[in-house]
């Protein structure tokens, strides 16, 4: 019995100390460019040696891999909380997921032709994002497979984090307007699938 417990006690610890590198790495991303941070940048926030972020992750690539899929989790939980065909309440989601993530995004988006390992996690994060624009307005999206495809470019383009860069921090708009012209975009090219 106490063999079972100190081979849990030890599972527990090492899933507790790969959460807390990660978390530490979330934070930096979100603060840093993405060469800024290094291996020894997020051991020493997360309070372990070098070796030990390398011994959960391998190398800096894999602890990507492991931020981008927290970043996805916490973007779904955000983006769907939407009611599908509701633009507004879809939008404002995808807003405030921006909001907390999309200088980060935007960061690594610009990096990845420099980064090959954040290049793959770009593309994942846009199949992501698609399969978001579909499940909240699939229902308005025609059933031709080409002009599906084209809407779903045009909401694509209309809800990317450029977008949202370029609103709220090129031209400095509100939130509230951010939302609104976002949501016009949508509106627009919604209104553009009918004959």
Known sequence: MTRTYTQSGR????VATRARILDAAKDLFLEKA????????????????HQTVLNHFESKAGVVVGVTELFAEQATAARYTAAPGDVEGAVGAL???????????VRWATAGDRFPELATQMDVARAGHRTWLATMFG????????RREHILDALHAATDVYVWKLLRRDLRRS???TETTMADLVVGV?????P
């Open 34 to 49: 993405f060469e800024d941070v290094t291996l020894a940048s997020i051991a020493k926030a997360a309070g372990v040696s």
């Open 139 to 146: 229902a308005a999206l025609p059933t031709d497979p080409a």
């Open 175 to 177: 939130r509230a307007e």
């Open 190 to 194: 919604l209104r553009g699938i009918a």
């Open 11 to 14: 599972a527990d610890s090492k």
């Open 95 to 105: 807003v405030g997921d921006y909001e907390h993530m999309g200088d980060a995004n």
